[in-house]
């Protein structure tokens, strides 16, 4: 997540007028808190490491997924909840073409540690199961989003790090969708999609 903020950073010194993708994946697995989110004297106890993001939002534990990073100019007067949304519909239109239709998860809150268990209602859901959280960070005209695409979920390690049951109704991964999707086919297909919605090559 570092690199991610290098690349909002660059963005901001050189005044870059395009867009930049960028996707990753994890290894150790890793839990990230929220930029101003506390630090709960439990998470040490896992053993995991443990990093601050630069951008908002509760507790992720990153692990099985595809992590993207996306860092374009801010328009003028758009809110955050509209420019999340515009991301969102890139996201929407990549996975579109490989015949997966998402759409945005009903706003769900509640007092929960783990990110996939609440919804700002922007978010990328299956057929209401929240499927990619997200978050974002704003800086200098710019825009930093990065956001998680569930390859599968480890619940009962989820429920040892937050000490609370993840909502298995609520949250959907990429192998119960489709398992049979290769990451070179998705990040093709989720390059395609921003491609289109920001109308970069």
């Known amino acids: 997540m570092e690199l991610d903020l290098k690349m909002l950073n660059d963005a901001i010194e ?7 993708l960028r996707f990753y994946n994890w290894s150790p697995k890793c839990i990230s808190l ?3 989110q506390p630090m709960e004297p439990f ?6 490491d443990i990093v601050r993001r630069p951008t908002g939002g509760r507790a992720l534990l990153h692990d099985r997924e595809l992590t993207y990073c996306f860092v374009c100019p801010q328009k003028d007067g758009m809110s955050v909840m509209a420019s999340y949304k515009e991301i969102s519909d890139a996201l929407i239109l ?3 073409k490989l015949g997966i239709e998402l759409d945005y998860s ?7 540690r783990y990110c996939m268990n ?11 199961r929240k499927f990619i959280g997200s978050a974002q960070f704003r800086s200098r005209g710019y825009i930093l989003q990065h956001g998680s695409i569930l390859y599968d979920l480890d619940f009962e390690l989820i429920e ?11 949250i959907v991964t990429l192998n119960e969708i489709n398992p049979n999707i290769s990451q070179k086919s998705l990040i093709e297909a989720l390059k395609e999609g921003f491609c289109e919605k920001f109308q970069e090559s």
């Open 118 to 128: 609440i919804s700002c209602g922007a978010d990328v859901s299956y057929m209401g």
């Open 43 to 48: 998470y040490k106890e896992t053993g995991i």
């Open 14 to 20: 050189n005044s870059h007028v395009h867009a930049s």
């Open 160 to 170: 040892k790090i937050f000490k609370q049951k993840p909502k298995k109704d609520s």
């Open 94 to 96: 990549g996975f579109r």
């Open 106 to 112: 009903c706003s769900r809150g509640g007092d929960m």
């Open 34 to 36: 929220g930029k101003n």
